[in-house]
Protein backbone atom coordinates (compact mmCIF):
# COMPACT_ATOMS: atom_id res chain seq x y z
CA UNK A 1 0.00 0.00 0.00
CA UNK A 2 3.18 2.80 -0.39
CA UNK A 3 3.73 2.15 3.80
CA UNK A 4 7.30 2.51 4.97
CA UNK A 5 8.55 -1.03 6.37
CA UNK A 6 9.64 0.89 9.30
CA UNK A 7 6.30 2.47 10.25
CA UNK A 8 4.16 -0.61 10.33
CA UNK A 9 4.09 -2.58 13.69
CA UNK A 10 2.50 -6.03 13.90
CA UNK A 11 0.73 -6.06 17.20
CA UNK A 12 -1.86 -8.38 17.38
CA UNK A 13 -5.85 -8.39 17.46
CA UNK A 14 -6.87 -6.67 20.37
CA UNK A 15 -10.10 -8.44 21.28
CA UNK A 16 -7.44 -11.43 22.02
CA UNK A 17 -6.58 -9.36 24.50
CA UNK A 18 -10.10 -9.65 26.02
CA UNK A 19 -10.11 -13.02 25.33
CA UNK A 20 -6.73 -13.52 28.03
CA UNK A 21 -8.31 -11.08 30.48
CA UNK A 22 -8.20 -11.95 33.97
CA UNK A 23 -11.00 -10.06 34.63
CA UNK A 24 -13.45 -11.95 32.56
CA UNK A 25 -16.64 -13.52 34.46
CA UNK A 26 -16.25 -16.97 36.05
CA UNK A 27 -17.71 -19.88 34.32
CA UNK A 28 -20.56 -20.55 37.39
CA UNK A 29 -21.20 -16.74 36.47
CA UNK A 30 -21.70 -17.14 32.80
CA UNK A 31 -24.03 -20.10 33.45
CA UNK A 32 -26.30 -18.50 35.98
CA UNK A 33 -26.96 -15.34 33.88
CA UNK A 34 -27.99 -17.09 31.03
CA UNK A 35 -29.60 -20.30 33.03
CA UNK A 36 -27.38 -22.82 31.76
CA UNK A 37 -27.96 -25.85 33.67
CA UNK A 38 -25.86 -28.49 32.14
CA UNK A 39 -21.70 -29.07 32.70
CA UNK A 40 -20.94 -30.95 29.50
CA UNK A 41 -21.75 -28.63 25.97
CA UNK A 42 -21.01 -27.18 22.85
CA UNK A 43 -21.58 -24.28 21.19
CA UNK A 44 -23.45 -23.84 17.93
CA UNK A 45 -23.55 -21.31 15.72
CA UNK A 46 -24.96 -21.45 12.04
CA UNK A 47 -25.40 -17.92 9.09
CA UNK A 48 -26.85 -17.76 6.08
CA UNK A 49 -24.64 -18.16 3.33
CA UNK A 50 -26.24 -15.57 0.82
CA UNK A 51 -24.73 -16.31 -2.34
CA UNK A 52 -26.47 -19.97 -2.38
CA UNK A 53 -29.38 -19.36 -0.43
CA UNK A 54 -31.44 -22.85 -1.72
CA UNK A 55 -28.39 -24.55 -0.47
CA UNK A 56 -28.22 -22.42 2.71
CA UNK A 57 -31.76 -23.82 3.59
CA UNK A 58 -30.51 -27.14 2.74
CA UNK A 59 -27.20 -26.86 4.89
CA UNK A 60 -29.47 -25.53 8.00
CA UNK A 61 -31.97 -28.78 7.89
CA UNK A 62 -28.77 -31.09 8.13
CA UNK A 63 -27.24 -28.78 10.73
CA UNK A 64 -30.06 -29.47 13.37
CA UNK A 65 -30.35 -32.45 12.36
CA UNK A 66 -26.97 -33.03 13.26
CA UNK A 67 -27.60 -31.52 16.64
CA UNK A 68 -30.40 -33.41 17.40
CA UNK A 69 -28.86 -37.15 16.47
CA UNK A 70 -25.53 -36.24 18.39
CA UNK A 71 -27.74 -36.41 22.03
CA UNK A 72 -24.97 -33.64 22.68
CA UNK A 73 -25.74 -30.42 25.25
CA UNK A 74 -25.87 -27.34 23.13
CA UNK A 75 -25.71 -23.76 23.55
CA UNK A 76 -27.55 -21.90 20.46
CA UNK A 77 -26.67 -18.69 19.09
CA UNK A 78 -29.31 -17.50 16.35
CA UNK A 79 -27.40 -16.73 13.09
CA UNK A 80 -26.81 -12.87 12.01
CA UNK A 81 -29.75 -11.01 9.97
CA UNK A 82 -28.27 -11.40 6.57
CA UNK A 83 -30.85 -12.72 4.14
CA UNK A 84 -31.92 -16.46 4.82
CA UNK A 85 -31.42 -16.20 8.26
CA UNK A 86 -35.54 -17.02 8.73
CA UNK A 87 -34.89 -20.58 7.34
CA UNK A 88 -32.11 -21.40 10.00
CA UNK A 89 -34.92 -19.92 12.38
CA UNK A 90 -37.31 -21.91 11.81
CA UNK A 91 -35.19 -25.21 11.28
CA UNK A 92 -34.33 -24.03 15.29
CA UNK A 93 -38.12 -24.61 16.18
CA UNK A 94 -37.29 -28.44 16.18
CA UNK A 95 -34.98 -27.67 18.86
CA UNK A 96 -37.76 -27.33 21.23
CA UNK A 97 -38.85 -30.82 21.62
CA UNK A 98 -35.01 -31.41 22.69
CA UNK A 99 -35.62 -28.14 25.70
CA UNK A 100 -33.29 -30.65 28.55
CA UNK A 101 -30.52 -30.35 26.23
CA UNK A 102 -30.72 -26.57 24.03
CA UNK A 103 -30.36 -23.59 25.34
CA UNK A 104 -30.70 -20.82 22.38
CA UNK A 105 -29.88 -17.14 22.72
CA UNK A 106 -30.77 -14.05 19.95
CA UNK A 107 -27.33 -13.22 20.94
CA UNK A 108 -25.06 -13.50 24.72
CA UNK A 109 -22.70 -10.61 26.00
CA UNK A 110 -19.31 -11.22 24.28
CA UNK A 111 -17.41 -11.26 27.92
CA UNK A 112 -19.79 -14.32 28.67
CA UNK A 113 -19.72 -15.59 25.39
CA UNK A 114 -16.19 -16.18 25.74
CA UNK A 115 -16.20 -18.08 28.84
CA UNK A 116 -18.23 -20.15 27.85
CA UNK A 117 -16.71 -20.83 24.79
CA UNK A 118 -13.27 -21.10 26.58
CA UNK A 119 -14.92 -24.19 28.66
CA UNK A 120 -17.29 -25.89 25.93
CA UNK A 121 -16.21 -29.77 24.61
CA UNK A 122 -16.60 -28.05 21.00
CA UNK A 123 -17.80 -25.35 18.85
CA UNK A 124 -19.83 -26.08 15.44
CA UNK A 125 -21.49 -24.85 12.65
CA UNK A 126 -19.88 -21.66 10.21
CA UNK A 127 -19.24 -18.80 12.80
CA UNK A 128 -15.97 -17.23 12.50
CA UNK A 129 -16.11 -18.00 16.00
CA UNK A 130 -14.69 -21.07 15.49
CA UNK A 131 -11.81 -19.94 13.26
CA UNK A 132 -10.45 -16.77 15.20
CA UNK A 133 -11.42 -17.19 19.05
CA UNK A 134 -12.08 -21.06 19.00
CA UNK A 135 -7.89 -22.00 18.25
CA UNK A 136 -6.95 -19.38 21.01
CA UNK A 137 -8.45 -21.40 23.80
CA UNK A 138 -7.72 -24.75 22.08
CA UNK A 139 -11.31 -25.66 21.76
CA UNK A 140 -12.25 -28.08 18.64
CA UNK A 141 -14.05 -26.60 15.67
CA UNK A 142 -16.16 -28.02 13.64
CA UNK A 143 -16.19 -25.73 10.64
CA UNK A 144 -19.69 -26.80 8.70
CA UNK A 145 -20.07 -25.75 4.61
CA UNK A 146 -18.29 -23.45 2.60
CA UNK A 147 -18.92 -20.72 4.26
CA UNK A 148 -15.27 -20.23 5.95
CA UNK A 149 -13.00 -21.73 2.99
CA UNK A 150 -10.34 -20.11 2.52
CA UNK A 151 -9.93 -18.92 6.20
CA UNK A 152 -7.36 -19.60 8.33
CA UNK A 153 -6.92 -23.86 9.45
CA UNK A 154 -5.50 -24.76 12.57
CA UNK A 155 -5.26 -28.44 13.83
CA UNK A 156 -8.32 -27.93 16.23
CA UNK A 157 -10.25 -26.97 13.01
CA UNK A 158 -12.31 -30.24 11.29
CA UNK A 159 -13.61 -29.05 8.11
CA UNK A 160 -16.88 -30.75 6.59
CA UNK A 161 -19.54 -30.67 4.33
CA UNK A 162 -23.56 -29.81 5.90
CA UNK A 163 -24.38 -33.34 6.18
CA UNK A 164 -26.01 -34.44 8.75
CA UNK A 165 -23.98 -37.91 9.23
CA UNK A 166 -20.61 -36.20 8.37
CA UNK A 167 -21.33 -33.57 11.22
CA UNK A 168 -22.16 -35.69 13.29
CA UNK A 169 -18.82 -38.06 13.43
CA UNK A 170 -16.66 -34.71 13.50
CA UNK A 171 -18.84 -33.74 17.03
CA UNK A 172 -17.65 -37.10 18.06
CA UNK A 173 -14.34 -36.84 16.87
CA UNK A 174 -14.17 -33.45 18.66
CA UNK A 175 -15.26 -34.95 22.26
CA UNK A 176 -12.53 -37.88 22.40
CA UNK A 177 -9.83 -35.06 20.75
CA UNK A 178 -10.59 -32.48 23.45
CA UNK A 179 -8.39 -29.55 24.19
CA UNK A 180 -5.36 -28.49 22.41
CA UNK A 181 -2.65 -26.06 22.66
CA UNK A 182 -3.53 -23.00 22.10
CA UNK A 183 -2.83 -21.48 18.74
CA UNK A 184 -2.06 -17.95 18.94
CA UNK A 185 -2.29 -16.92 15.21
CA UNK A 186 -3.64 -13.25 15.55
CA UNK A 187 -2.25 -12.23 18.58
CA UNK A 188 -1.29 -13.33 22.27
CA UNK A 189 -3.40 -10.98 24.26
CA UNK A 190 -0.39 -7.82 24.37
CA UNK A 191 -1.59 -6.53 21.54
CA UNK A 192 -2.56 -2.55 23.86
CA UNK A 193 0.80 -3.21 25.64
CA UNK A 194 2.56 -3.15 22.08
CA UNK A 195 0.39 -0.28 21.03
CA UNK A 196 1.19 1.83 23.66
CA UNK A 197 4.65 1.22 23.60
CA UNK A 198 5.01 2.19 19.67
CA UNK A 199 2.67 5.50 21.03
CA UNK A 200 4.71 6.89 23.73
CA UNK A 201 8.27 5.61 21.30
CA UNK A 202 6.74 7.16 17.93
Given at each position: ?14 D ?6 P?L ?21 F ?9 S ?15 Q ?92 K ?37
Open positions: LGEHSDTIHVIGSPLDIMLSTPSLEEAKSRYEITFDKYLIAIHPVTTDLVAAKAAEQFVSALISSKNYIVIHPNNDTGFEQIISEYTKLSEYSKRFRQFESLRFEHFLVLLKNASGIVGNSSAGIREAPLYGIPSIDVGDRQRGRHDSASISQVPAQAEIVAAIQRAKQQGQTNSEQEFGDGKSTERFNHFQIHS
